[in-house]
């Protein structure tokens, strides 16, 4: 997220379980961590993963990418914070970073590109078009 | 399962991501083998879970007792053992039991009590209820 | 917990990846949720669960009996009540439900029993036995 | 994997607590598919990833990309295919692609870079780097 800024943030802490046998937070939960956090902030924004699920629009990754700076452990607090961007006519990007709290230690730095689908063809939710114009989400 | 016979089993082995901190596969996840172990069993009836919910059938769990006999590892291998029985007129019980391989030890004994929903009240799909009563599930 | 009052409880949200293809919280994330407010409990308390691990002592479950009796879906927040009492000499008890918010619809309710593990032999750390010993837990 | 080949593959299906509310396996869950296979792999060249960490090595990811071609869903099979080689002095990478069975269509392409760490400073455990200095993994 270099220069950029992020516009949204949520602060979690890590639960044993989702910690293995090396006693460190499993590399898929991120995933986890950085799509929970994405749902937040579009249901921040009035857009619900699981409604528009019903109303037929899917929001699916189409890519990602993750680096993997530090680990989390047992008992450690954390940030993620985010930046939407558009990649594409029908991709949008979101720019992930987390941070272990308080020492603000970077832990992950992630891009996830997604689109919508609607009936199995591309094509953006009509609100989430509308944010991306805006362009300053 | 005392002095009876279970009807399906499934072999399995441990994943290196179900193991926490301490090392040994997390208590939930066992629940995992379990529910696993009943959709593979159903769906060698010709039951299939995903199917019966696209149906607007649903099958849930009313109550589950799990017993922890002794812990799964990393790179151990497992069987799943089952048999279903008719628990009331509306309810079904599966009894599990798990068994690290190739010794035989007993991981965990399970009763898995379930229902079917159709529209949100309970039943049970025309073929389940079949299967119960002929008794020999 | 019926008569009993809980001695501590944490509030959550439904995070959408624990959802299943049913569209309701998968009946294993339930022990997720359980597990991680016993933990946090304890850390409430001082002791703490990877901290006991590196010491040698593992606190594990031995029995988890669950009533299932609402589901949680996308959206929905919940908090965990929990109390905790002495099972036998050597086991422990926690008596937990969950209910919905803000309607405090019940959930479920859980007793899951454990004790603890020093070099493979049953023994509760001194500060649990403490802890149990007070009563007041 | 665009010209290459792999050298291990591993055949699994799809388990019902796998798929998240949109009905198809989560963009998480991957991760995890990815994992379990390449520690199979290790463990087939007598490279066990619970026993090293035991050891004081450890296997981790320092990045992972990973392109989503198309879903999995309830009652799928498939394989995850890999192919191990040197990405610098102190890091591997595994190419690893999943097909759906037995139409073989793409399901995900994923590149997982790790390292070894032992006692906190990055280095290879003597096997892995006699495996890819053999280059022939």
């Known amino acids: 997220m270099s220069g950029g800024k992020y516009c949204f943030e949520l602060e979690l802490g890590v639960r044993d ?4 046998l ?3 937070v499993n590399n898929a939960v991120y995933l986890n961590y950085l799509e929970h956090t994405r749902h937040e902030y579009l249901k ?3 857009l619900d993963f699981a409604g528009l699920h019903q109303q037929g629009w899917d929001l699916v990754l189409t890519r990602c990418e993750l ?6 452990r047992s008992g450690d607090r954390f ?3 985010l930046r939407l961007e ?7 990007a979101f720019l992930q970073e987390i941070y272990r709290l308080p020492d603000q230690r970077l832990v992950l730095q992630a891009k996830a590109i997604g689109t919508g689908l609607i009936q199995g063809r591309p094509a953006l939710p009509p609100e989430l078009q509308a ?7």
Chains 1, 2, 3, 4 share one sequence.
Do not use: I
């Open 86 to 92: 558009r990649e594409s006519r029908l991709r949008f």
């Open 44 to 46: 921040s924004l009035g």
């Open 131 to 137: 944010l991306l114009e805006r362009g300053t989400v």
């Open 79 to 81: 940030v993620v914070r």
């Open 22 to 24: 090396q006693g460190v």
């Open 67 to 72: 680096d993997y700076r530090s680990p989390l």
């Open 17 to 20: 379980y989702e910690c293995d």
